[in-house]
Each structure stands twice: as C-alpha cells, then as structure tokens.
C-alpha cells in the first residue's frame, strides 16, 4: 500500500521561507511522478508544482514561480518543496500526490495516491 507523508508546514510571516517534505512509501519514489497541489480556506485545491520520475522535469503553477523550488531524492524516498517569499495567499493545507501515469500533470483527477496534508499558514 503506497501512502504519502507531508511535513515542515508551519506558521511563518510574510517573506519568509519553508521547505515542505513529502516522504512516500510502499513503493519505490522513482516509480511515480510526483506532485504538490495547496488548498486555502473556502478555495477549491489547486495544483502548485510536479516533478518528473527522475526529477529532471518540473512545472509550476504561475503564481509560486520564481518563489517556489520542486525537487526529490528517490534515494530517500522523499519530495520536498522549498517555499521562498512567502505571501499570506499562500496560506494553504499542502498535499503531495503521486501517480504511476507518465503524464506531469495538473489535474487533480491525474493522480492516485494523496498525502493527508499539512498547514502552511502566512501572516502579514
């Protein structure tokens, strides 16, 4: 049974920097593409970043590039997400995904296995 682990949220003020782990087990990670998707209070989940099998491909959503560093170590089994300037619209519950599909995609319906999530909270 594949089950997904996030942690590293955190209260932090505006500016300011977190790096979120998600650490994946029951499988190897090199196995699956991997994600993070965020949802803020009274929003619908949206997706934040994904990372190809090997960690060579990534994307972002729009409003974390530039701030927002995806990146993994299959060796550990772990994916992480570095948060840098951080806004108080990034206030969010994080979640790691994972998919065994070849597609990096951004829909939520891509992904097969979730993570419980964990809070980021930003204040001004």
């Known amino acids: 049974q594949v089950q997904l682990v996030e942690s590293g949220g955190g209260s932090v003020q505006a500016g300011g920097s977190l790096r979120l782990s998600c650490a994946i087990s029951?499988?190897?990670?090199?196995?699956?593409?991997m994600a993070w998707f965020r949802q803020g209070p009274g929003k619908e989940r949206e997706f934040v970043s994904v990372?190809?099998?090997?960690?060579?491909?990534?994307n972002y959503a729009g409003s974390v590039t530039g701030r927002f560093t995806i990146s993994r170590d299959n060796a550990k089994n772990t994916m992480y997400l570095q948060m840098n300037s951080l806004k108080p619209e990034d206030t969010a519950v994080y979640y790691c995904?994972?998919?065994?599909?070849?597609?990096?995609?951004?829909?939520?319906?891509?992904?097969?296995?979730w993570g419980q999530g964990t809070q980021v909270t930003v204040s001004s």
């Open positions: 995904a994972a998919t065994s599909g070849n597609t990096l995609g951004i829909a939520i319906a891509a992904y097969d296995y």
């Open positions: 990372i190809s099998r090997t960690g060579s491909v990534s």
């Open positions: 029951g499988s190897p990670a090199s196995t699956y593409v």
